[in-house]
């Protein structure tokens, strides 16, 4: 299910070109929720023990116990035994996928959870809290319950983080408690859309971006709402009439369910790849714009890619 890279340096340099976003990380809440989901963690190892945010003796006190849900919040992957959590900060670099116990792990993988055997009837297959998951019900790369099966985080940077959260631990995890609503949220309707987007100010893509604001969106998918919403990444959230705050409100729920869909059909069974390839203007500066045609722009400040089309985003 995994494979090998030649070298750090360019481990390093694709990673840092795509960073997780909610629907990456949506796809992964419902592929582990129907893989992992009933079955015991049985061992835990940390070849990069720097990201993981816990003691021996609380790691320990998972072993045996079963996974009983996977969660996302933002950019958070949750796994929860019970009254315990472990939580994912993958940041820039940091990516999660399955692999069969023996088989070879990407290069920098920094912690490996290994699960046994599912113990008693599979988990209904309906995915994360957000809809249905029944593309994962039957799919190839699904392991049989009777089997072992690794949960690998792999961070060549080692940016990111694996919080252990035992309950009754006070552990901080960084960027947790800052998070606004999730930006496919079924409760963050049009109406706290307004109300909100008044509250805050500066350029609509670094909005987007603010995870204090709407929590899921990064440098890649900001680049899509505001193509599909018709506005420029450099406007200011100030000079939006009524109907272009609502057209962005739109269009944020639209790419999310578009791009959860498209990943759903083609991330399988490479979960620890970040899929662009689909993605109508990011990253396609140089090309035509597929709804007026005219040659996309494309800027990379701090090494960060921001792509647009000046013939029709105003």
Not at 63 to 69: A, K, M, T, Y
Request: hydrophobic share 40%; charged share 25%; glycine share 12%.
């Amino acid at each position: 299910m995994v494979g090998g890279r030649s070298s750090r340096s360019s481990d390093t340099l694709v990673a840092s070109r795509v960073v997780p976003e909610l629907p990456d990380l949506v796809i992964l809440e419902e592929a582990f929720q129907a893989a992992l989901v009933g079955r015991p963690l049985v061992a835990w190892d940390a070849p990069q023990s720097l990201v993981v945010r816990g003691t021996s003796s609380e790691i320990a006190a998972l072993v045996q116990v079963p996974l009983d849900r996977v969660e996302r919040r933002g950019k958070f992957i949750t796994l929860g035994f019970g009254v315990d959590r472990v939580v994912v900060n993958p940041m820039l670099t940091g990516r999660l996928g399955l692999g069969t116990p023996g088989s070879k792990a990407l290069s920098q993988t920094a912690v490996v959870l290994t699960f046994g055997p599912r113990r008693g009837a599979a988990p209904r297959r309906s995915g994360g809290s957000r809809g249905s998951a029944s593309w994962t019900a039957g799919a190839d790369w699904m392991p049989p319950d009777d089997a072992m099966v690794e949960l690998r985080y792999r961070d060549p940077t080692r940016m990111g983080k694996v919080y252990v959260l035992p309950h009754g631990v006070s552990r901080s995890v960084a960027g947790w408690d800052e998070q606004g609503p999730d930006a496919d949220d079924a409760g963050f309707v049009l109406e706290a859309w307004r109300a909100r987007i008044t509250r805050h100010s500066g350029e609509l893509k670094g909005l987007l971006k603010n995870q204090a604001f709407v929590a899921g969106i990064g440098n890649g998918y900001s680049d899509e709402v505001l193509w599909a919403a018709g506005l420029a990444p450099f406007r200011k959230r100030s000079s939006l009439a009524p109907e272009e705050v609502d057209a962005l409100y739109t269009a944020m729920r639209e790419v999310m369910r578009w791009a959860i869909d498209e990943l759903r059909r083609r991330v399988p069974p490479r979960f620890e790849i970040e899929m662009r390839d689909f993605l109508r203007v990011h990253r396609k500066g140089g090309s035509g714009c597929p709804r007026c045609g005219t040659t996309v722009s494309q800027i990379s400040p701090g090494g960060f890619v921001t792509s647009w089309c000046r013939g029709c985003q105003r």
